[in-house]
């Protein structure tokens, strides 16, 4: 059992380039989300989406796009990557949005430079 | 809209010693609550949660965390503390609702000193 899987581990980005952040998970789980995780800020929600083909704005979702096809698949794009966007990305997904544990995947750690 | 406040950016204790983490939140409604550890250069992983119940929660590792509705707190505890303890400590909520996920305090630095 895989859980949450992301992928790149480490990218290193040139600003206005555009590139994805994928995440899938292997649970079956209903909800999926992106959270970018800043020294002294803790974690902040970009997106999220509570099954296929519904997806919603978080906190900071400005920069950033996704899409849900499928159950498994929760890719985040960044569309011009802008220096401020160095950050740790991490995927999560539960069964459902509530009342259930929230999983995490390992993390993308992004510098755009 | 929830907010999660966590007393304390950096602890520093010495081995044995007790812990106590607070975590106050805001939100008008019935939340879930949950403590997150990282360890460096880990992701996060869940020490333990609380959606109701008893409100003294056990979690992994010898911790727990007791919810005083009152007081809209959610502090974590463990009595004595370990080296291999060194880590950042998150608090989160999620509302019942729960679909706009989860809100994180700023995290705790705790330091263990052997």
């Known amino acids: 059992n895989a859980g949450v899987t992301q992928t790149p581990k480490f990218q290193v980005l040139k600003t206005g380039q555009s590139m994805t952040l994928q995440c899938a998970q292997d649970m079956n789980h209903e909800y999926m989300s992106w959270y970018r995780q800043d020294p002294g800020m803790g974690l902040r929600l970009i997106h999220y989406?509570?099954?296929?083909?519904?997806?919603d704005q978080g906190e900071v979702p400005n920069g950033y796009n996704v899409s849900r096809s499928t159950t498994e698949d929760f890719p985040l794009r960044l569309l011009s990557a802008a220096p401020s966007q160095t950050s740790v990305y991490f995927c999560a997904s539960s069964y459902r949005y509530s009342g259930n544990t929230i999983y995490f995947g390992e993390g993308s750690w992004l510098t755009v430079v | 809209a929830q907010s999660v406040s966590q007393h304390n950016h950096h602890v520093i204790l010495s081995e044995a010693a007790s812990l106590e983490l607070g975590c106050n939140y805001s939100y008008g409604g019935t939340v879930n609550l949950f403590w997150y550890v990282q360890y460096p250069g880990q992701h996060l992983q869940l020490l333990l949660k609380?959606?109701?119940?008893?409100?003294l929660v056990k979690g992994i590792k010898g911790f727990e965390a007791e919810f005083i509705k009152s007081k809209f707190s959610f502090n974590l505890r463990k009595p004595s503390v370990q080296w291999s303890d060194t880590a950042e400590y998150f608090c989160?909520?999620?509302?019942?609702?729960?679909?706009?996920?989860?809100?994180f305090g700023k995290g705790t630095h705790l330091i263990i000193q052997p």
């Open positions: 989406s509570v099954g296929a083909g519904i997806t």
């Open positions: 609380y959606f109701s119940g008893d409100p």
């Open positions: 989160a909520v999620n509302s019942l609702r729960g679909a706009d996920g989860l809100t």
